[in-house]
C-alpha cells in the first residue's frame, strides 16, 4: 500500500492561502511518487477550493479535520460527513489530540464519528497518543489500546486497508519540536500493529501514520521505520516548499 503523506493545516489559511499553497505544492511534486499519496486536511472553509485546485489531480486527496456523527439535524456548528464530501472531502480525521484535550471529545464520540464517517463513504485517519504524563507513569500501552478499542468499536471487523489509518501522536510531540525518536516511534508502532491485528480481521494491512514535529530533514528515517506507513504533519505542512519536501523525502 502506498505511504499516505498527510498535511493537517489545522485552524490556519483563508482560500485564498490554501490555493496558493496547493497550486505551488502541485508544482514542486507534479505526479506523487507511484509508492505515495498526498492529503491535505484543510479546514472546512477551504475544502471545496482545495478540491477545485486539485482538479481531481492523481495522487491527491482533500480532507475534513472532524465531522459530528449524524446525517443532519439541530447541532448548531458541526459539519456532516454529506457536508463534506458535497465540498469535495474524502477523507476526514477524527480523535486529533487538539480535540480530545482543547475541545474535551471523549473517546466514545471518537469512536461514533470513526464509525459513522466509514459508514458514510469517507474513509478515516483515527488520531490516537499519549500525553507525557501518560507516558511518564508508564501507561503508553494502556493508553494506545484504550483509544484503539473505543475509538474502533462501531467499525467492520473487516473495513478495507485503503478505507481506515491510524495516525500515532504523541501528545508531547506536537508542535514542540521534539519528535520521537526511531526506539519510540517503534516502540508504540508496534503496539498499534499488535492491538489492530486483535481488533480487526484486517488490521495487519491498516497504515500506521506518525504525528509530531515530523519535518523535511527527519521524515526519510522516521518513513523507513518498521510499521511506519506515513506521516501526518502539522507545522511543516502549512509552506508548500517544505511540505513538498516531506513528500518527496
Ligand atoms: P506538528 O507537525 O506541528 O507537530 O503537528 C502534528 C499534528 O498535530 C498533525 O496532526
Redesign the pocket.
Known sequence: MKKLM?A?W?MYKTREEAAMTIASLKLAVGLPPADREVLV?APFTAIECVSACLGGADGYAVGGQDLYPAVEGAFTGEISPGQLKDAGATWV?TG???RRHILGESDELVGRKTAFALSQGLKVVL?IGETLAEREAGQLQAVLARQLKEGLAGVPGDVSAADLAI?Y?PVW?????K?AGPAEILEAHATVRAQLAQLLTTGSNLRILY?????PDNTAEIISLDNVDGV??????LQAESFSRIVLA
Open positions: 498527510a493537517n489545522k486536511f480525521l486529533h489530540s487538539e488520531c495516525a501522536e510531540a506536537i508542535g514542540t519540536g519528535v504525528g509530531g514535529s515530523v519535518k501526518l504533519v502539522g507545522g511543516a505542512s
